[in-house]
């Protein structure tokens, strides 16, 4: 069996919950780390035996021996990465929020295809068994027509001015680390709104949270509550007129779903506890990928994952909010 040679960039704590997952995949060759720490590259490389190691990102990036690179920095560090990682032609999966906006996102799908190379948003969410059953539903009709959305993620986290979640220069705030998800969900499942009405806390150039309204020319709209101020139950529920969806507490990595009638009565429960810790489901969909010599998945499709960038950019104008590299 041929193995699919990953390479890793970063080294913190989203790299180690991938790294783990990669470790249990048969089809995965755990081949490199790079950090721009050398003793942290060393230590992650010893911990998940990873062959290669490297002090710095350009390092790994020209091993040509890697099939495929997972970036998991910073967000603010994704584009730069992201476009020497495809200059150098490796194929790329990183970590969402893919960008810190549109303009860079574009300019990088720009060059996959220049490059004729696979490129993704890590949305692990939508490669989740319970998403899939979620979408298998919807799509054969069980709710009927999709009439309402809520959708939460919000946790509570202390103010830290060194942590990269509360630094504008490191793409801070909720809206691209938490408030992603369900506007993921709903635009997964409705498409771009026609009108979006916001709210957002905002201090030291940052979104704290905000309160959401997608609202569609059919009637149909979804609401959605987000941040780092408050801890929700950080559910969702989809409802039609025929019944509802219901995942379980924290509907972006949930092992269970549920589907109801209209009477709120049980229909049918889907569980699918992860094998790991639900990572090793995109990592399975990007080999899929590559064995299909694909340059996108159709999972998480890049119209899919630029449009929720636009409408995440559209959010920040309203906020009056730039990142410094603006």
């Given at each position: 069996m041929k193995k699919?040679?990953?390479?890793?960039?970063?080294a913190g704590?989203?790299?180690?919950?991938?790294?783990?997952?990669?470790?249990?995949?048969?089809?995965?060759?755990?081949?490199?780390?790079?950090?721009?720490?050398?003793?942290?590259?060393?230590?992650f490389?010893?911990?998940?035996?990873f062959?290669?190691?490297?002090?710095s990102y350009d390092?790994?990036?020209?091993?040509?021996?890697?099939?495929?690179?997972?970036v998991?920095?910073p967000?603010?560090?994704?584009?730069?990465?992201c476009?020497s990682?495809?200059?150098?032609?490796r194929n790329v999966?990183?970590?969402k929020?893919?960008t810190l906006?549109?303009?860079q996102l574009r300019?990088?799908?720009?060059?996959?295809d220049?490059?004729g190379l696979f490129?993704c948003?890590?949305?692990w969410?939508k490669?989740r068994?319970?998403?899939l059953?979620?979408?298998?539903?919807?799509?054969?009709g069980r709710i009927?027509?999709?009439?309402?959305?809520k959708a939460?993620?919000s946790?509570?986290?202390?103010?830290?001015p060194?942590?990269?979640?509360f630094r504008?220069?490191?793409?801070?705030g909720?809206?691209l680390?938490?408030?992603?998800?369900?506007?993921?969900?709903?635009?997964?499942?409705?498409?771009?709104?026609?009108?979006?009405?916001s709210?957002a806390?905002?201090e030291?150039g940052?979104?704290?949270?905000?309160?959401?309204i997608?609202?569609?020319?059919s009637?149909?709209f979804?609401?959605?509550?987000c941040?780092?101020?408050?801890s929700?139950?950080?559910?969702?529920?989809i409802s039609?007129?025929?019944g509802?969806?219901?995942f379980g507490d924290?509907f972006?990595c949930?092992d269970t779903?549920?589907?109801?009638d209209r009477?709120?009565r049980l229909?049918e429960?889907?569980g699918?506890p992860?094998?790991v810790?639900?990572?090793e489901?995109?990592?399975e969909?990007v080999?899929?990928?590559l064995?299909?010599?694909?340059?996108?998945?159709?999972?998480i499709?890049?119209?899919?994952t630029?449009?929720?960038?636009e409408?995440?950019d559209?959010?920040?104008?309203?906020?009056g909010?730039?990142f410094p590299?603006?």
């Amino acid at each position: 069996m041929k193995k699919t040679k990953w390479g890793i960039i970063g080294a913190g704590r989203i790299a180690r919950a991938f790294a783990a997952a990669l470790a249990a995949v048969p089809e995965a060759e755990l081949y490199a780390v790079g950090s721009r720490s050398a003793d942290k590259a060393v230590a992650f490389a010893e911990e998940f035996g990873f062959e290669h190691i490297y002090g710095s990102y350009d390092e790994l990036l020209s091993d040509s021996s890697v099939d495929v690179v997972y970036v998991a920095t910073p967000m603010a560090a994704h584009y730069d990465i992201c476009m020497s990682a495809l200059e150098k032609g490796r194929n790329v999966f990183c970590e969402k929020s893919v960008t810190l906006n549109a303009s860079q996102l574009r300019d990088i799908l720009a060059l996959a295809d220049e490059c004729g190379l696979f490129f993704c948003e890590a949305m692990w969410m939508k490669c989740r068994p319970t998403y899939l059953k979620m979408k298998e539903w919807v799509a054969a009709g069980r709710i009927g027509d999709i009439r309402c959305i809520k959708a939460d993620f919000s946790n509570f986290v202390p103010y830290d001015p060194d942590d990269r979640l509360f630094r504008a220069d490191c793409g801070g705030g909720a809206l691209l680390d938490v408030t992603v998800y369900p506007l993921t969900l709903v635009h997964d499942l409705l498409g771009a709104p026609d009108s979006i009405d916001s709210a957002a806390h905002i201090e030291n150039g940052i979104d704290l949270s905000e309160s959401l309204i997608l609202r569609y020319a059919s009637g149909t709209f979804a609401s959605i509550d987000c941040g780092f101020e408050m801890s929700l139950r950080n559910n969702a529920v989809i409802s039609g007129n025929d019944g509802s969806i219901v995942f379980g507490d924290c509907f972006f990595c949930s092992d269970t779903v549920a589907l109801y009638d209209r009477d709120r009565r049980l229909v049918e429960q889907y569980g699918s506890p992860a094998r790991v810790n639900g990572y090793e489901y995109e990592i399975e969909e990007v080999h899929r990928c590559l064995t299909q010599g694909l340059r996108e998945s159709p999972l998480i499709p890049h119209s899919s994952t630029l449009e929720i960038m636009e409408l995440m950019d559209g959010l920040r104008r309203e906020w009056g909010l730039k990142f410094p590299q603006e």
